[in-house]
C-alpha cells in the first residue's frame, strides 16, 4: 500500500527547487517520460503554495522541452541542401501562428511536444519566441497539476489512507 504521508514529506522537502526540477526532468526526455512530474507537481502543490510550484513547475517544463529543438537544429546540418529549402517555406508558412501552435501543444499534457520541438528546430523558427510560448503554456499547465493537488489531497488522503 502506498503510505501518503511519506510520500508527501519526501516532496515536501524538496520545496520549490523540486518543482523547477521536477518540471525540467518530466519534459527533457525524448518522447517517453521517465520521471512523472505531474505527480510531483500535484504532491507540492498540495503542500507548498500552489501558484508559486505551478510557475516553477512550467518553467522548468519549458527549458526542458526547449531541449528538443537542438536536436532538430542539429539534424538539420544532416540533411541534403534541396530539403533544406522546403523548410524554409515552412517557417514562413508557420511563422503566423507559430507562437499559437506551440502554447497550444505545450498546455495540454497528451500532445507529443517533442515531434514539434524538432521540427521547429529543424525550420529555425526563432528561439526566444519559441520559448517563451512553451513556458507560458507549461506553466498553464503545471498550475493546474499544482491547484489539482492543492484542492484535492484531502480526497486522496481518504482514498490511500
Same mark, same amino acid.
Given at each position: 500500500? !502506498?503510505?501518503? #504521508?511519506?510520500?508527501?514529506?519526501? &516532496?515536501?522537502? $524538496? %520545496?520549490?527547487? *523540486? =518543482?523547477?526540477?521536477?518540471?525540467? +526532468?518530466?519534459?527533457?526526455?525524448?518522447?517517453?517520460?521517465?520521471?512523472?512530474?505531474?505527480?510531483?507537481?500535484?504532491? !507540492?502543490?498540495? #503542500?507548498?503554495?500552489?501558484?508559486? &510550484?505551478?510557475? $516553477? %513547475?512550467?518553467v *522548468? =517544463?519549458?527549458?526542458?522541452?526547449? +531541449?528538443?529543438?537542438?536536436?532538430?537544429?542539429?539534424?538539420?546540418?544532416?540533411?541534403p541542401?534541396?530539403?533544406?529549402?522546403?523548410?524554409?517555406?515552412?517557417?514562413?508558412?508557420?511563422?503566423?501562428y507559430?507562437?499559437?501552435?506551440?502554447?497550444?501543444?505545450?498546455?495540454?499534457?497528451?500532445?507529443?511536444?517533442?515531434?514539434?520541438?524538432?521540427?521547429?528546430?529543424?525550420?529555425?523558427?526563432?528561439?526566444?519566441?519559441?520559448?517563451?510560448?512553451?513556458?507560458?503554456?507549461?506553466?498553464?499547465?503545471?498550475?493546474?497539476?499544482?491547484?489539482?493537488?492543492?484542492?484535492?489531497?484531502?480526497?486522496?488522503?481518504?482514498?490511500?489512507?
Amino acid at each position: 500500500m !502506498l503510505d501518503l #504521508t511519506f510520500l508527501l514529506k519526501l &516532496v515536501s522537502d $524538496l %520545496g520549490y527547487v *523540486g =518543482a523547477l526540477l521536477a518540471g525540467l +526532468l518530466g519534459s527533457s526526455s525524448f518522447f517517453i517520460s521517465f520521471f512523472p512530474s505531474y505527480i510531483v507537481i500535484a504532491l !507540492l502543490g498540495a #503542500t507548498l503554495n500552489p501558484l508559486i &510550484v505551478g510557475l $516553477l %513547475g512550467g518553467v *522548468g =517544463a519549458g527549458v526542458g522541452q526547449f +531541449l528538443h529543438y537542438y536536436i532538430g537544429l542539429g539534424g538539420r546540418y544532416l540533411m541534403p541542401e534541396k530539403w533544406k529549402g522546403r523548410l524554409d517555406v515552412w517557417r514562413k508558412k508557420i511563422d503566423k501562428y507559430g507562437v499559437l501552435l506551440i502554447f497550444a501543444f505545450a498546455a495540454t499534457p497528451l500532445t507529443p511536444d517533442d515531434i514539434i520541438w524538432i521540427a521547429l528546430g529543424a525550420i529555425r523558427y526563432p528561439k526566444l519566441k519559441a520559448l517563451m510560448a512553451a513556458v507560458s503554456g507549461k506553466v498553464v499547465l503545471n498550475l493546474i497539476y499544482a491547484h489539482v493537488g492543492y484542492f484535492g489531497l484531502g480526497y486522496l488522503t481518504e482514498l490511500f489512507l
